[in-house]
């Protein structure tokens, strides 16, 4: 009998390491992905407070629009996939709360699969987000792949590391590309870039969102290390899939981050300009 406990001791202190292992490698795939959605979050949070304190808090409409249908629209299709029931979904409906749409919905708790679906589902306009950004970056722009590739060589290789150098190596191909992309065909241009622009300001999960995530996440990191063990007890890499996914989506990360930055740059110049010229008008009392 002791040498029976002995070896479920054993064997459960290898599930641990392994599984602890596991999860680190998760976290740094994770790492580069999660550094560029923090940065892109507070620059869309910045954006938005801006634009909240001009033309009472309308001029967030013009992206809105857009990006918010696609926020829920996010929402909705993890709940249609998980087994949630859509209670009212809302995709563009103001109000005087600051509130643009909403998805409400509920679901049976006791089935582990519909609450694995809660994180999915609160996380689920980023993920929906980015892919409406490639899939219009795909059919807007005819030299995607290369916009693409220079932002994984130049950034992506080491995030960790980057200096000014890097940027403005990036930010000079950056240019070079867009210029020859719009006198190829500016309207696909500017219409990509708007587009992109407005998803980019909607598509970071809400406090609410949140926290009806958190209730699956400890069932989806279960999950995870289920898949991971068989992916290796059958001789497969899932590390492999797992990265090129994750250089993806940090890679449309930046470009979320490109466009916020620069309507934050204008936004500022814009206000700056405004008090300015009140300042120095001569009607002023």
Known sequence: MAAFLDVINSLSLQWVSWSVAQL??????????????GILFLL??????LANNMLSGRLIYISAWIGTPVHELS????????????????????????????VTHCYDNRQLWKVLGNFLIGIAPLFGGLGCIYLLTLLLLKDSD???LIIQSTLLNDLYSLHWHSLLALSGDLFFFFK????????????????????S????????????????????????????????YLGGEWDSGLTGGLNLLSTLSVIGIIFASLLLLCLLVYRMTWQLFKGLSPFKH
């Open 24 to 37: 680190a490698a998760l976290c740094s795939h994770l790492g580069m992905f999660f550094v560029l959605v």
């Open 44 to 49: 869309q949070k910045w954006v938005l407070v």
């Open 75 to 102: 929402h909705a299709l993890c709940c249609v996939l998980f087994g949630h029931k859509i209670q009212r979904i809302v995709l563009f409906n103001p109000d005087r709360r600051g509130t643009l749409g909403y």
């Open 146 to 148: 290369t916009l693409l």
């Open 180 to 199: 020859n992309a719009y006198l190829a065909s500016p309207y696909h241009v500017v219409t990509w870039a708007y587009l992109c622009a407005a998803i």
């Open 201 to 232: 300001l909607h598509l970071s999960p809400s406090k609410e969102d949140l926290k009806g995530a958190w209730s699956g996440l400890l069932i989806f990191l279960f999950f995870y290390l289920i898949g991971q063990g068989g992916y290796q």
